[in-house]
């Protein structure tokens, strides 16, 4: 079945470590984003990609990085830098924009850090 | 001008209640507007969306109002059941630009 997949889907970590989540989509799609969800602030935007080899910043993206070798795959790697790295992740995907059409979620990362 | 906000925060209705969501923008570029449902533990899926030229647009139980003018829209779930129990996330799109959501609302529907 078509889809994204997110990995893995609970993560602990270590202050000062880097953690790397995964996100793969079978979709065919070209857009693909992360967002990050804390309780009662919504969902925001970290990083986006509409092509390979080219991403853009979100509202969020300070301590954060990603990288698009690959049109299925969109890694959102969580750095030392980030001061608040607690929150569930989200990726997704899209067609082109998503004011064009739906935006497909994946299940989510939850990353805690100790 | 680039937010959405969203109203309220939490919301619990009896079932077979009309709960209503209401969220409102100032960006007059925004051209898109969906609603996304979540569970616990899920990701969000596409529940409805509506673009500015139609007032309003219903699917099954659910209709979303929109007021241009006022720079509003609004989702009302007819006749709610406790598998309507979720989160629920307005968001709009300005352009060719990503989506922008708004806070969330918990929906509880009580038997």
């Known amino acids: 079945d078509g889809g994204i997949t997110q990995s893995p889907k609970y993560l602990f970590r270590k202050e000062g470590q880097n953690v790397t989540l995964s996100c793969e989509q079978n979709l065919n799609h070209d857009a693909m984003y992360w967002y990050r969800q804390d309780p009662g602030q919504g969902l925001r935007l970290i990083y986006y990609s509409q092509i390979v080899n080219d991403f853009q910043k979100g509202d969020i993206a300070e301590g954060y990085s990603v990288s698009r070798e690959k049109k299925e795959s969109f890694p959102l790697t969580v750095t030392s830098a980030q001061k608040n790295p607690t929150a569930f992740y989200l990726c997704?995907?899209?067609?082109?924009?998503?004011?064009?059409?739906?935006?497909?979620f994946g299940e989510g990362s939850r990353l805690t850090v100790l | 001008q680039q937010q959405v906000k969203q109203s309220p925060q939490s919301l619990i209705v009896q079932k077979g209640g009309i709960p209503i969501i209401n969220c409102a923008y100032e960006?007059?570029?925004?051209?898109?507007f969906p609603w996304y449902q979540q569970f616990p533990g899920k990701g969000p899926a596409l529940l409805i969306a509506i673009r500015p030229d139609v007032s309003e647009k219903k699917e099954g139980r659910f209709t979303i109002s929109f007021n241009k003018s006022a720079k509003q829209f609004s989702l009302h779930i007819m006749d709610s059941q406790p598998g309507d129990s979720a989160t629920y996330f307005c968001?709009?799109?300005?352009?060719?630009?990503?989506?922008?959501f708004g806070k969330g609302t918990r929906l509880s529907v009580i038997a």
């Open positions: 997704a995907s899209s067609i082109l924009w998503t004011n064009t059409g739906e935006l497909f």
């Open positions: 968001a709009a799109a300005p352009g060719n630009t990503p989506l922008v």
């Open positions: 960006n007059t570029a925004f051209d898109y």
